[in-house]
């Protein structure tokens, strides 16, 4: 190939591998990515190398576990001397954007270095700040339910309105077609990190009501999502609650596989498709109540850590192939660099490795650090809640496994192993049953884990200022 190809990166946010039609989900949330995927390879076992945004993506664009790159709940921030695949990319002539629809992926992460141009929302960053939102339009307070409620009705009567009701993937999409449109000659390198389903799960109502199966009125309830309380053990979720947030949370991959239709269509018709690596994939799954876990934080349990993983390419990969290889998505940018002759600095250091010319992965890895920093800060706002309600999830988790078995190891030692070819849901842990098989894979993390350069950190970080503090808790992280 003479020409090097586009590279289209699509990162989602809170995207459940077993809630796509595409991997035999009941319900028909993903018919765009169904039909893109009769063109692509689409793999069943891609786990992420961590279960939260931040460090997920910075394995994405660095090809490197956290302990490595160092982006982690006690330290929100990429160095500037841990290489990035924009960096690499744009070294060779790629032109380079980032578009974000979460504050974890911004200039003051460290996570939009080596990107020519920033979008946030649609808009481009000039600067070291987001641009505020909208102010409300309403001239006495109003509730969030009694907000939406008004704007459904107005809805009513002008639907293509209500469809930009989003976490940003209208605005993204169109920010994305007038970049390639003006971004010149050059091969482009784009990521995009779409913020739909994350909770709150609440999409345009046309989808919301796709399959929500509650009445007009409840839906309103569910904008309110208390996981902080459920975690404390003050709030409890009835099954019935549970699966009204399941409905509503598909309604949102639905949505999302709308605009990404859309997407794809325009690149067809631009005449760009073929000549453009589509990688789609999410940073980290959703808890929908198994094991008693909701949101994303704790655990990292496969709901949570097993994403899906779709390429397009089919210079590089065999198109309408279902691959049942085990794959990390620390190893995408290592496949890019064997696809693009980049040399892999880290190739021989047991980080991510490329599977190009297929996988030869025995085991994927994640890890979760301790967790107490993103309670703190949870503990800001709800002066409620004492720290100690919290206490039995101070603990780091780092988990291998197999096609066949898992083991999650725990720093407070209540380990776990699970037979995931009888058990999948991962409900018995046979830990003490199988205790010489889990003191077996027990050693194959000890030895992973001791051939890893940690990261020392080598500058300060800047903090969040007030206004994304504010936008961060909308999103239930502060």
Same mark, same amino acid.
């Given at each position: ?77 990429? !160095?500037?001397?841990?290489?990035? =695949? ?7 002539? /790629? ?32 600067? %070291? ?11 006495? +307070? =109003? ?11 107005? !809805?009513?009567?002008? +639907? ?24 010149? $000659?050059? +091969? ?12 709150? /799960?609440?999409?345009?109502?046309? /989808? ?129 660099? $064997? ?16 599977? =190009?010319? $297929? ?19 949870? =503990? ?18 780092? %988990? ?30 046979? /830990? ?18 001791? %051939? ?14 007030? $206004? ?11």
């Amino acid at each position: 190939m003479q020409k090097k190809p586009n590279i289209l990166f699509i990162s989602v946010d809170s995207l459940r591998a077993d809630h796509m039609s595409l991997y035999g989900y009941k319900k028909e949330t993903t018919p765009n990515l169904c039909r893109l995927a009769e063109t692509s390879v689409f793999f069943d076992q891609a786990i992420s190398a961590a279960a939260w945004t931040g460090a997920s993506v910075s394995s994405m664009l660095t090809g490197l576990y956290p302990v490595s790159h160092g982006f982690t709940n006690a330290r929100y921030y990429l !160095d500037d001397d841990i290489p990035t =695949l924009a960096e690499r990319l744009s070294g060779i002539g /790629y032109s380079t954007a980032i578009f974000s629809n979460n504050l974890y992926i911004t200039d003051k992460t460290g996570l939009t270095r080596g990107f020519d141009k920033y979008y946030y929302k649609g808009v481009l960053q000039s600067g %070291s700040r987001t641009r505020a939102g909208k102010s409300s339009r309403f001239p006495v +307070p =109003l509730s969030l339910s009694q907000r939406m409620m008004i704007k459904d009705i107005l !809805d009513f009567y002008r +639907p293509s309105a209500g469809l930009k009701r989003d976490d940003g993937a209208e605005a993204t999409n169109h920010s994305i077609r007038q970049h390639i449109l003006n971004q010149g $000659e050059h +091969p482009f390198f784009l990521f995009v990190h779409y913020q739909e389903p994350h909770s709150i /799960y609440f999409p345009p109502l046309p /989808y919301r009501r796709r399959y929500f199966s509650g009445s007009w009125f409840s839906q309103y309830k569910y904008l309110d999502f208390d996981h902080i309380g459920f975690f404390a053990g003050r709030k409890q979720f009835s099954q019935k609650e549970i699966n009204a947030y399941t409905e509503l949370y598909d309604g949102e991959i639905a949505y999302l596989d709308y605009r990404l239709g859309q997407l794809f269509d325009w690149l067809a018709d631009s005449k760009l498709l073929d000549n453009t690596l589509i990688i789609f994939t999410a940073d980290h799954g959703e808890s929908m109540g198994e094991n008693g876990y909701l949101w994303h934080a704790f655990c990292i349990y496969n709901g949570l850590i097993k994403v899906p993983l779709m390429i397009r390419f089919p210079e590089w990969f065999p198109k309408a192939q279902n691959n049942r290889d085990l794959v990390q998505n620390v190893d995408l940018a290592p496949t890019i660099y $064997e696809g693009l002759n980049i040399p892999w600095d880290y190739k021989n250091e047991n980080q991510g490795q490329s599977f =190009l010319n $297929e996988s030869t992965r025995e085991a994927a890895f994640c890890q979760y650090d301790n967790p107490e920093r993103m309670v703190d800060r949870w =503990l800001v706002r709800r002066k409620d809640i004492d720290k100690d309600e919290f206490k039995q999830f101070f603990r780091s988790l780092t %988990s291998i496994q197999t096609r066949d078995e898992k083991l999650i190891h725990s720093s407070d030692h209540r380990h776990e192993f699970f037979n995931l070819k009888q058990d999948p849901s991962e409900s018995v842990n046979r /830990y003490s049953d199988d205790k010489e098989r889990a003191l077996e894979m027990k050693k194959r993390l000890d030895e992973w884990l001791g %051939s890893l350069k940690p990261h020392v950190a080598n500058s300060q970080q800047e903090d969040f200022d007030k $206004e994304t503090w504010e936008k961060m808790k909308a999103l239930g992280y502060a």
